[in-house]
């Protein structure tokens, strides 16, 4: 009797917890707290977090774009002709904006593809965990407008606005301003803006979607559909266009820095499309983690045992079932906790995370009772955005499992979107995941910011930087660079008709952006690449003879190599004799130091 009582029991409160998460309420608002957290989380760490490499290089690029004479993307001209921000912090700012909003688009798209409606009640639960994963782009902590941030938010506005027009074309409606022209008009205007971003995702996305367009609309024979859709793609990329020769940038002059920029980004990479080698280095990322830590190992495999015991079959007894499937989805959540807490790369972590993501949607897609047509929606979803997570890190050099974990929105939209508008009794797993993914994120931020050399809480000295002397706060390391070089602006620049600064160390193109210098042509000035010299050969030579002559040089001490100093001479620099020194600065990033230059 006191085995059934207590079996009766079990039964009723996991009863009582399936049913609170299969109403909205409880759900929507554990997802919106998580992302309510993580946000704020996020916007109090705005102010801080300067490096002066990566971030340099996104900063130049957008304010200095005038000055770029060849750049494989044009994202600096393009965010300098959408943001009326000149501030640091308030770029940033809207770009938290961007990628929340962008998130939320992509939702929306994904949820009325899958669910054939507006979906109003299930945006309300799906669109807080989409927009949670898009902030695990921060995990790195570069939260400077960059092509990277700017890639993120087009492919999944690109993604947002092809799930709608899928829907609209297979439902065969007739066009309306939102039903058809406002999505094929966002498609064009994103669509053209990736291929000036990053060419190598616009041209794995474009082929896949336009044929998907294509073949779901082939039984539309109203003419007016198609007038519509092909005038509203065009009036769509016609934004961009008007967007970049508002700041100056026309498209002759956009085609010329591209192409130029495609040509000496061969100098310093290896033009090779990184498939294969990629995914092999993200399939023994992804090993390591597993076996290098035990209990998430033994985990995984108890979970392979339940979810493979779970499969609907004759097989196993209907009383038993439901014991399975709550422990098939404890040890889910147990194996989130667990990589969550590992001390693995984070990137790597955020990589299994999606992994997971889209393994759960597709078995719980599989083994579910739905309708074939919604089985095929929703199995789309998964491949398309898994498919568009890759486009998104195609062309790249570095490891795949880095780019990603920037990306991990596009892999647990599915998880989202299924659990949270189709299989709500399984909502759970989608809370763990953004959950997870939520930890993971901020945990990164706060022990390992990008090159920062420390901890988030050890940003402590308060500097100013850039032409807006705009306060934040760096390490203690860091502090000595920007404040020896705003002493010299304070001196010697701001005067008007400012020299170019040829940065010798190939480490610090922030010294540029913080001084107020001109620049050669090119944001940064790459040392440690085997084309390194002819990188900078071709940029340097392309000087007037007053701008090399005048040109102000950080010059690395014997701590690190930079770009060989004799190229100097090669291009009609008398250094060191026209020199004089004027200030020394660290080079915490490569624990090193450069002397600042001045011509005589």
């Known amino acids: 009797m006191n085995r059934t009582f207590f079996r009766s029991g079990v039964l009723q409160f996991g009863g009582l917890i399936e049913r609170s998460f299969q109403r909205l309420p409880l759900p929507v608002a554990i997802s919106w707290t998580i992302f309510a957290a993580l946000l704020f989380f996020i916007l109090t760490r705005l102010n801080a977090g300067v490096d002066i490499t990566d971030t340099a290089f996104y900063l130049i690029s957008v304010s200095r774009h005038a000055q770029i004479i060849a750049q494989v993307t044009l994202f600096g001209a393009l965010w300098d002709s959408i943001s009326p921000f000149a501030s640091i912090y308030w770029n940033r700012v809207l770009a938290l904006l961007l990628i929340v909003a962008s998130s939320l688009y992509l939702s929306w798209g994904a949820t009325k593809y899958l669910t054939s409606a507006k979906g109003l009640q299930s945006i309300l639960l799906v669109g807080p965990l989409c927009a949670t994963a898009a902030l695990a782009f921060y995990n790195f902590w570069l939260p400077d407008p960059s092509y990277d941030l ?4 087009l492919v999944s506005t690109v993604l947002g606005s092809f799930f709608q027009l899928i829907d609209f074309f297979r439902n065969g409606k ?12 966002i498609l064009g205007a994103a669509g053209l803006s990736l291929a000036l971003v990053k060419v190598t995702t616009a041209a794995l996305l474009a082929p896949l979607l336009v044929i998907s367009l294509l073949l779901t609309a082939r039984h539309v024979t109203a003419p007016r559909v198609w007038i519509t859709s092909v005038g509203g793609a065009l009036a769509g990329m016609v934004v961009p266009v008007l967007l ?8 002759a002059k956009a085609v010329n820095v591209l192409l130029e920029g495609f040509y000496v980004a061969q100098m310093i990479t290896d033009p090779h499309f990184n498939v294969l080698e990629s995914l092999r280095m993200y399939a023994t990322n992804i090993q390591s983690v597993i076996e290098g830590n035990r209990y998430l190992l033994i985990s995984f495999m108890v979970l392979g045992v339940l979810s493979a015991a779970a499969v609907p079959r004759t097989g196993i007894i209907s009383t038993v079932r439901p014991w399975v499937s709550g422990c098939q989805a404890a040890m889910f959540i147990a194996a989130i906790v667990i990589l969550s807490f590992d001390g693995a790369s984070p990137q790597i972590r955020l990589t299994l995370i999606g992994l997971l993501a889209q393994l759960a949607a597709v078995y719980s897609i599989g083994t579910g009772q739905f309708k074939a047509d919604i089985r095929g929606r929703a199995l789309f979803v998964v491949g398309i955005t898994a498919y568009g997570q890759v486009a998104y890190c195609f062309g790249t050099n570095s490891p795949w ?10 892999a647990l939209v599915p998880a989202a979107v299924f659990f949270g508008a189709l299989a709500r009794s399984n909502v759970i797993f989608a809370l763990a995941l953004i959950g997870g993914s939520a930890q993971i994120t901020a945990i990164s931020i706060e022990r390992s910011p990008y090159r920062m050399n420390s901890t988030f809480s050890a940003l402590t000295e308060v500097v100013e930087i850039g032409p807006n002397n705009e306060p934040f706060k760096v390490n203690p390391a860091f502090a000595p660079f920007y404040r020896n070089l705003e002493n ?12 170019v600064l040829l940065d010798m160390t190939g480490r610090a193109p922030m010294a540029a952006y913080q001084l107020g210098a001109q620049i050669p042509g090119t944001a940064w000035t ?7 010299s002819d990188f900078f050969r071709y940029f340097v030579s392309r000087l007037s003879e007053a701008d090399r002559k005048s040109a102000w040089l950080l010059v690395p001490d014997s701590t690190h190599p930079g770009i060989p100093l004799d190229l100097l001479s ?21 624990h090193g130091r450069a002397i600042l230059y001045r011509p005589r």
């Open 401 to 410: 499992s880095n780019l990603l974990s920037l990306a991990t929105l596009l």
């Open 150 to 153: 700017i890639n993120l938010v």
């Open 570 to 590: 090669d291009l009609g620099i008398d250094f060191p004799g026209h020199y004089v020194p004027v200030t020394e600065i660290p080079i915490p990033s490569v």
């Open 244 to 251: 970049l020769m508002s700041v100056g940038l026309y498209p």
């Open 488 to 499: 010299v602006r304070s001196r010697y620049f701001g005067r008007g008709d400012e020299p």
């Open 174 to 185: 007739t066009p309306t301003a939102c039903g058809v022209v406002l999505p094929i008009a």
């Open 526 to 532: 790459l040392a440690g690449y085997s084309g390194s």
